[in-house]
């Protein structure tokens, strides 16, 4: 038994050797991604599996309810891999109930996220993986997690994120269950997206932009927005792909092309009416196009009107004879309305075009209805009425017939066009004509005879002599039920992705299905308001089925069937009417083939409302702890500070994760945390030759280099929301505000523990500027313009929208995510804009009054019909240069030592080097409208920010215990809390009983923002602000920056600012007698001396020679080039690199995944041991008398030179 069960446990779990067995999976998810499933096993593996899962069950039973917890976690595996994914996490709950150090199995944590990842619980597929990474950054398959993470990170529309766990997969040397090639296509393929949405949107903001250009652009960019996936979320898409159709239109009204765009638009989100209107303007402006009259096939489909979608589709093949989705979709109806004979015949045309993606599927679809056609009982057809007239007879009606003559005349007026210049100037000419230009007469001649036949001919064909020809596949089809219209790892469909086509027919983007919603159909895009979706089930794909469904796991989607979107229960019976088919008042076929688009028909908003985009249903913590590390983590400190913050002891909660369900939600709970391990048995106040001797011995005994001297911590956890729940009453508290009289109060010390006190989130000091007579003026636009007119200033393009309300593009719906594109200008030329922008408003006066008024009447219908106006807000202006900024840098010393930039109370002062936007200033200059999204500061910092005016701001702030819930939120949203851009809904903050504090910043007023508070904020007037962040010398930041640093570690987020190299400066500079804050920085120490040590000692046995490098005065703090992490005091860096004298830093975990053996890698040395040693045994608590600590609002000892500044 237990050679049975380590073997297979040994080659299947950590998965080294099962690479000749791996076969990719193809499973279609909730949002119809292609996903690639592991372990394929053979017959021989298989059958051991089944030994040890009856072994492990034998064992369970003997044990009588005493069983060990590591059998039910084995027991998982083991079903794991024979693919019993319900046994498996059963299984899973079983050890997670019973284990309490759960979270120290990285192969537990593994196989529950592949379980989640099966049954597309993706929100906890990703939390299960990001604790593997954390807990072991050196799992064996890592390399198979972050392409999930990618993936996964992909759906949701974190592409930031995406593309960083692709890029992780494709360094990783390791084996994979993708190929390298497949791995960097994948990664190409997602940047290559990126890409051209940034580079159409920087070209929008050249100047200057010729009408034509600006055409082209805008639809492209909109055309992206409908089809690719990874753009966001289809409602905010979607809403931003319309406004860039309709600019396009602006610019050029008469494009056919952005017409039909635009239709599909409207189509794809319900809007029935426009969409019938955006394609008649395509007809009007190009009548031969075999994509815009499929489409409206397709939507008279979806409106139950089989006769008019028949004539639309007839003239689609008319056009395109290869039209492989008009094909697809006309068989389709056919076949919904009983007239098999009919249908196979098109899906017999459809299957000769080249453009035909999956003929098998197809020929499959055609047997079954051969099939079922040999079963019926002869004449039961003949008998039957038909609905439709048959495709022979389809060609003979009057939309076709009219097209068909109108293509006849326009192909002679082409050829009569063609041959005018050359061939008449012949026959007129033939008298004179020498013996070679008579041949070409004669040539030309017969050649103009033939092809009058062949237009004769062609306009006249039946469908069985359509065949296919080379004409590509149509990008605008209809007929793709994959979200991969391409082949995922094709590099000329990432390339066609982003090319651009001047044909009729385009080409350089692939397109979402249509949605069709007529008897019997099931479509992947959401129907109109009130439309049948018809029978769910697929069609049968293998050749063993045997029934038209085809059985799909719990909590999936079932998988998609043919190419073409429109599904069939193969059950159904053909001709039933749809039951719920929408009663839309629709013009009839033919006003398509009269005139324009008439200007009278109107839309109800109300009954084509977007479909809501996809939530993911969350649960909530009850018990969470913040005091976590991994084996280099800091966080598991002793420190409990105050009542706000989240407890460092949690109590143990064993409740068993739910059992599978019919949603993602009941999937999974928070796994609550384990208790740590209490402080009187670890000892932080060892001797550093103590701590050398312990990791010496560590290393002598062979345990890896993941062990640690202390028990490990759980991975942090968001906080759980703060009980019990604030009064309704409660939720808008008044914001602290002091009002300073003159220089005194300023720096009176009870206003720095004021505002530094847990319990005040944020602080208005109001009249600051006046009291220290501050000259506001050095930051006025007009004196930057002339300090330093070409300045570069970030730019934020957005929306101009009311501060409490954050609507989508079109002003459809209010949303979480807040949209921004980024380029750069210069002070100069942002002053410009910022003097016009203020021009315009004044000329604008009388005008803006009246439409508030209009707004105050019916505030959501206006904003529903007209679009928001874009805006420019210039962020993040560099100030640190103290030659350029001498002036206005010197003016901010007049502040008080606890708000300056550079103070020795200042925790950022000490990192010994510059980071930007933190421990140096920055400006903004801004118009009304402009936003800062929601967001904490950098590591939980403190903030500083001070309006220069002349305009006020608007900011909103809740307190750092309820950054849970805000996360909660993101997470539903789809957007990542810590990099993504949001701004949150008041009623959903209201309703979750969260307070907010809502004030106006006045020129002149400083707002200090407290230790994590989460903020937004929006410009009401014109103004210009400055901020920088600032980190009180106490326990509480020290802690929250901490908890933050190993949160921005399991999310893979990098931490500007690195607290390990923090912490040792503080252990040099300062000498601390706050107990809580001194164990802190001590217990950091010892972690990283020990880490450091055991990195030596490994190093040293496996022969690899440390390279002496030490730092230079100023010098940064050093992160892993690839992952982000911080990298203290031993470097790896390539060979090549460190030859260069580039030094292109690697952490050792992915130095080894490149090169395992370090072959390629230098491993450079910062400091000597003995130094560590001295800073470590030196760094000691102090003691300071009760007086002493009145007088001073710091509770520490400054030990530092003032050289130090």
């Not at 040890?52 to 005493?66: F, H, P, Q």
């Not at 003016?891 to 030592?897: C, D, Y």
């Not at 909103?956 to 997470?971: D, K, L, M, Q």
């Not at 020679?1105 to 703090?1117: F, S």
Request: with cysteine; glycine share 6%; hydrophobic share 35%.
């Amino acid at each position: 038994f237990r050679s049975i069960s380590e073997s297979f446990v040994n080659t299947a779990l950590v998965f080294p050797d099962w690479r000749d067995d791996v076969e990719k999976k193809i499973s279609a998810t909730t949002t119809n991604k292609l996903f690639y499933m592991l372990w394929r096993r053979g017959h021989q593996r298989g059958a051991r599996g089944h030994q040890a899962v009856s072994c492990y069950n034998n064992l369970i039973l003997k044990a009588e309810g005493k069983v060990d917890p590591d059998i039910f976690c084995q027991l998982g595996h083991f079903h794991l891999l024979l693919e019993d994914y319900p046994k498996a996490l059963s299984a899973y709950q079983r050890y997670f109930s019973l284990q309490p150090d759960y979270w120290k199995n990285a192969s537990f944590l593994y196989g529950l996220g592949l379980v989640y990842f099966h049954y597309n619980a993706f929100q906890w597929a990703i939390k299960a993986f990001q604790e593997v990474l954390y807990i072991d950054p050196s799992f064996s398959r890592a390399k198979e997690i972050h392409l999930r993470l990618g993936l996964m990170f992909k759906v949701n529309t974190d592409h930031e994120s995406s593309l960083k766990h692709f890029q992780l997969a494709l360094i990783d040397s390791n084996l994979c269950t993708l190929s390298k090639a497949e791995s960097k296509s994948l990664t190409t393929h997602h940047f290559l997206q990126i890409s051209a949405k940034e580079a159409y949107e920087s070209l929008l903001q050249t100047e200057n932009l010729p009408a034509q250009v600006k055409a082209t652009t805008l639809q492209q960019l909109g055309w992206m927005h409908h089809t690719v996936e990874q753009l966001g979320d289809k409602g905010t898409k979607e809403s931003y792909a319309i406004q860039c159709l309709q600019k396009s239109l602006e610019a050029d009204p008469n494009s056919g092309q952005s017409w039909y765009f635009l239709g599909r638009c409207y189509s794809s989100i319900g809007k029935v009416q426009d969409a019938f209107i955006s394609y008649r303007q395509s007809i009007d402006k190009s009548e031969a196009s075999a994509d815009t009259w499929c489409s409206i096939g397709v939507l008279y489909q979806q409106q139950n009107q089989p006769m008019d979608a028949l004539q639309a589709y007839i003239c689609a093949v008319q056009l395109d004879h290869n039209h492989a989705a008009a094909w697809m979709d006309l068989g389709t109806l056919y076949e919904s309305c009983g007239q098999p004979h009919d249908a196979i015949k098109c899906y017999i045309n459809a299957t000769r075009s080249k453009a035909c993606v999956n003929t098998a599927a197809l020929a499959q679809r055609i047997k079954l209805l051969q099939a079922q056609l040999c079963n019926l009982q002869p004449g039961s057809l003949q008998n039957k009425s038909k609905m439709l007239p048959s495709i022979e007879e389809a060609w003979s009606l009057p939309i076709p017939a009219e097209l068909t003559s109108r293509q006849g005349a326009l192909n002679a007026a082409q050829a009569q066009q063609v041959r005018d210049p050359l061939l008449e100037h012949l026959r007129t000419n033939r008298a004179i004509l020498k013996p070679f230009q008579v041949q070409m007469l004669d040539q030309l001649e017969n050649q103009f005879s033939l092809m009058q036949q062949h237009q004769q001919q062609g306009l006249h064909k039946g469908p069985g002599s359509h065949s296919a020809g080379p004409n590509g596949e149509p990008p605008f089809s209809s007929s793709s039920s994959s979200s991969f219209p391409q082949t995922a790892f094709s590099s000329s469909a990432i390339l066609n992705q982003v090319g651009h086509s001047s044909g009729s027919t385009p080409n350089h983007l692939s397109s979402p299905p249509h949605s069709t919603t007529t008897s019997g159909l099931h479509t992947k895009d959401n129907a109109p308001s009130g439309g049948n979706t018809g029978a769910g089930a697929t069609l049968p794909l293998g050749p063993d089925t045997t029934t038209g469904v085809i059985p799909s796991p719990p909590s999936a989607t079932p998988a998609q069937g043919l190419t073409n979107h429109i599904q069939l229960r193969v059950t159904d019976k053909p001709g039933s009417p749809a039951s719920g088919a929408p009663t839309l008042d629709n013009p009839p076929f033919s006003a398509l083939l009269k005139g324009k688009a008439n200007n009278t028909t109107t839309t109800n908003d109300d009954n084509n409302n977007s479909s809501s985009p996809m939530s993911t249903t969350t649960t909530t913590t009850t018990t969470t702890t913040t005091a976590v590390h991994s084996s280099n983590s800091l966080s598991c400190l002793k420190s409990q500070t105050d009542s706000q913050g989240p407890t460092v002891n949690g109590k143990e909660d064993s409740r068993s994760p739910q059992k599978v369900g019919t949603s993602e939600g009941a999937l999974h709970r928070h796994l609550a945390p384990a208790g740590l391990a209490p402080w009187t048995s670890v000892s932080i106040y060892p001797s550093s030759s103590d701590v050398l001797k312990a990791c010496r011995n560590l290393g002598k005994n062979g345990l890896s280099t993941s062990s640690i001297i202390l028990d490990k911590c759980p991975p942090p956890r968001p906080p759980s929301t703060p009980s019990p729940p604030l009064p309704k009453d409660k939720l808008n508290p008044p914001t602290p505000s002091i009002y300073l009289e003159n220089k005194r109060d300023a720096f009176y010390p009870p206003l720095h523990q004021f505002c530094t006190n847990p319990a005040n989130p944020v602080t208005v000091i109001r009249g600051l500027a006046g009291a220290l007579k501050l000259d506001l003026g050095l930051f006025s636009t007009k004196t930057l313009v002339e300090a330093n007119p070409d300045h570069l200033v970030e730019v934020r393009t957005q929306l101009a929208q009311p501060t409490d309300e954050n609507w989508d593009p079109s002003g459809s719906r209010k949303m979480w995510r807040c949209e921004s594109s980024r380029s750069h200008t210069t002070i100069i030329k942002y002053a410009q804009y910022q003097a016009s922008s203020f021009q315009e408003s004044l000329r604008e006066e009388n005008e803006k009054k009246k439409e508030m008024e209009a707004e105050a009447a019916s505030s959501d219908s206006r904003r529903r019909k007209c679009p928001f106006k874009h805006i420019k807000f210039g962020t993040n202006i560099d100030l640190s240069d103290e030659k350029k900024w001498k002036q206005q840098l010197q003016e901010l010393t007049k502040l008080p030592a606890f708000a300056r930039v550079v103070s020795a109370g200042n925790l950022l002062s000490h990192v010994g080097h510059t980071i930007l936007g933190m421990n140096t200033v920055q400006l903004y200059m801004k118009v009304p409208g402009s936003r800062t999204p929601g967001h904490q500061e950098n590591n939980n910092f403190c903030s500083v920010n001070i309006n220069i005016g002349p305009g006020d701001c608007e900011w909103f702030a809740v307190p750092e215990p309820y950054w849970g819930v805000i996360n909660s939120f993101c997470e539903r949203n789809n957007i990542n809390f810590l990099m993504g851009s949001w701004w949150p809904n008041l009623e959903d903050l209201y309703a979750t009983n969260v307070p907010v504090y809502r004030f106006i910043q006045r020129p002149g007023d400083l707002v200090w923002l407290n230790t994590g508070t989460i903020h937004w904020v929006q410009a009401i007037g014109w103004c210009n602000n400055i901020a920088w962040n600032v980190g009180p010398l106490t326990a509480h930041q020290y802690k929250l920056a901490v908890e933050r640093y190993e949160w921005n570690k399991l999310q893979s987020v990098k931490s500007i600012v690195p607290m390990i190299h923090l912490s040792w400066n503080l252990a040099r500079n300062i000498k601390v007698s706050d107990h809580k804050l001194f164990e802190m920085i001590k217990y950091c120490l010892l972690r990283t001396l020990k880490q450091c040590q055991m990195q030596r000692e490994l190093l040293l046995a496996a022969g690899k020679e440390l390279v002496w490098h030490g730092r230079t005065q100023n010098e940064p703090a050093h992160y892993c080039s690839i992952c982000e992490v911080e990298v203290y005091d031993l470097l790896f860096v390539t060979s090549e690199s460190n030859s260069r004298k580039t030094y292109v830093v690697h952490c050792q975990d992915c130095a080894r995944r490149g090169s395992p053996n370090l072959d390629n890698f230098v491993v450079l040395e910062q400091y000597k041991v003995e130094e560590l040693m001295q800073v470590y045994d030196h760094f000691t608590l102090v003691s300071v008398s009760h007086r002493e600590r009145c007088k001073s609002p710091f509770s520490f000892v400054l030990a530092f030179s003032l050289q130090f500044f």
